[in-house]
């Protein structure tokens, strides 16, 4: 298992070295410039402040000195904000994108397996049915249309819920929900299907041979091998959540990390691309590794490279 | 399976606690009454004057730091200054008495050496100001700032501790209005010392002199208060306790937190704005910027036809555009210099108010006189019945994608034979096009940096750098060089030189002004004294709440 760490870690960081450096170059074909008010520059004025921000030197020498930086834990200083640190910027915004996310990931898997799990044992009966509903409703409302809904009824009207900004728990339980929904239609869609399957294989058969009770089955070992699938998608999704909706993040006024990616790119603020961009994949690669590992533990069968690869 | 009793736990858990949280929150928080909270569209960006060069850095500026002068409405006022000071020396010397009860936050003096400190701290190259070109006209500020003259040659000297002699190149016209924007703001120079890099990245590196304080504030913060300042000079004068900003993007949002008391004043756009139209809290703000369309007259020569120009202008119905695309409180335009913002220095009418009918006309809906010069003017250059296939770049923004669609449909209507596609791009894109000329019309935008016309005026002379459409005309830039040379220290002659200027660029439809830019608000009514001075900030030492 430490081998297949160590070797995991390594392929990381030669991926994103990769992912920083076609970033680095594509970024750099984007038209214009980090500064503000670069309309009202003369070209004069620019070349000055190419030369002071170093944007003049030939864009492998940049490349190279971002490269050298960031072997230091040297991320850069942002351009839309004169001289703050990408580092800092990125971890004062993450909190709430990340609070927010795992709230809705943990809401809406947690909920979605049930409800998948429980149309799938009441297979083609009214809860199955009201299960089924839900779940396509759920895929198919847009989480900014429900925040706005959400906003409206329960904290407008009903006064229940801050309308928005971001002061304490109760503020997060409105765009919790409205982000809750989509994982929570797809993880219930994934789960019945897979659990349909499962319930009608040979070993569950014989679990009841050994009268064993429906629900004993299905806990003991039903519900365990319909989880593979279902945490397939868990992983790309938890990132998705994550690193923050833009649009409910706007609607509530958190002062999220997805909103600033958004804004760093239309602004050309190149140090904040690539801090984001880095740390996107980077959380991207461990979840996707963490989901490796699930896997494993979940399903003995495909205890991974251990024996396989090696 | 442990693992999964424990899952359903847990969301068991957090339903539960939704659920309380939900009925703990129901009594909703009044807001203070030394309060008042604004909503506003972005993050300050920077709190470092050298650095800033966006209006929401610049009111938090403003309302905590102090210049040489202020805006109490549209009258420029002394502020650390004791008198607006009239130059001598041919318009070349300003010697300005500062105020001597005038203090820092922290108690200590504020001298004339801080404006200096300050103002070399902006041309110096080091320190790499996007806004140091404004410093253009102050002795040597253009040439520090190219590196090729050492800091201390900037022409401002403190004579002594309360005395600041400012020199100049060129004379300013309008030297006092740009004393009140916050480039010219003076800095404590122990605070940006201490800080290095970090000054105006949080209020912990900030020292201020202004009617508030900021206080609590970190870089990318989506809140900030502002608390009065005691030690300020005019103390007394400001009213209210805390002036509270909060980050609101979605127009909707702010309109629930306005009606459930949460703010007290908040901009809305778009659907919001037009539902609210009729409402009583309901105001609308003109902005020192507008909206023009430059139309490429190197890749396309018909466009160096007037009557072509004039027959695009009046295609337009600028009424229209503003009511049903726009719907924000923006106002239909005859000049690319915008209402008010600029008064005769005799007569303090609105510049605007001022210019030949002859010019504005062109700027008025008229489709049928529109098409007969478009016919007129496609006769004249032999090309009747040609078809014409134009690219009208514009902004991404859904606003700028409606209105270029409105732009579309009204020109392909009334002017035969032309066909417009449009490329809606990102703001850095729309630049970058428009610099390198890949474009057959634009929609631009321009906004003051200083409240004269001659920060639009100056944008279309021939060759300069924002005139992307390169229309050009002598007479026009004879009275811009004589508004700026013999002109310059006779305010009556100059503003008929920048009048003219106007009405020749009107006439001509050398630029198709469309709009100047407005913002609908919504008022608490109990919040009274709202002062937005023509340089784009509000001066909130006059604010005051009813009570």
Redesign the interface.
Known sequence: MTKYLIKRICYLVLTLFIVASVTFFMMKL????P???????????LR??N???GLNKPILEQYWIYIVGLLHGDFG?SF?????PVL??IM??LAPSLQIGA?AM??GS??G??LGAVAAIRKNTWVDGVATFFSILGISIPNFVLA?LL??F???KL????????DG??SS?LP??ALAVAPLANTARFMRTEMVDVLSSDYIELAKAKGNSRWQTV??HA??NSMIPVVTIIGPMAVNLMTGSLVVE??????GIG??FVKSI???DYPTIMGLTIFYSFLLMVIILVVDILYGIIDPRIRLSEKGAN | MRREKSLVLGVTTLAITVLLAACGSSGSKEASTDTVTFTTSDVISTMDSALNTNVIGAQALTDTMEGLYRYEGKTVKPAIATKVVKPTNNGLTYTIPLRKDAKWSNGKALTASDFVYAWQRVVNPKVGSQYAYIYEGIKNATDITAGKKAVDTLGIEAKDAHTLVITLDKSIPYFSQLMTSSTFFPVYKAAVEKAGKAYGTNSKTLVFNGPYKLSNWNGPDSSWTEVKNTNYWNAKDVKVKNLKYQVVKDASTALNLFQSNKVDRTAISGDTAKQMKNDPDYSTLPKSATFYMQLNQDKNPIFKNAKIRQAISMTINRKELVSQVLGDGSKPIASVTPKDMSFDPTTKKDFTSELSTEGTKNATYNPKEATKLWKEGLAELGQTGKTFDYTMVGDDTDTSKKQSEYLQNTLEKYLPGLKVTLANVPFKTRLTRSDSGDFDMVVSAWSADFPDPITFLDLFVTGGDNNNGHWSNTEYDAQIKASKTTNANNPTARWQNLLKAQDIMNTESGVIPLYQSGVAYLTNANVKGLDYGPSGSYNNVSLYLKK
């Open positions: 984007m038209p214009g410039t500064y503000t008010n670069q309309e009202k520059l003369s070209a004069d004025q000055i402040m030369e002071q921000y200083t839309q904000f004169n001289n703050q800092g910027l004062s915004r709230q943990i809401l947690g909920l397996i049930l706005v906003q409206f329960l904290a407008f006064q229940m819920f801050p309308i928005a900004l971001w728990f109760s339980i919790t929900l806990a003991k519900l365990r706007n609607i509530f006024s958190i002062p909103e600033q239309m602004t050309n």
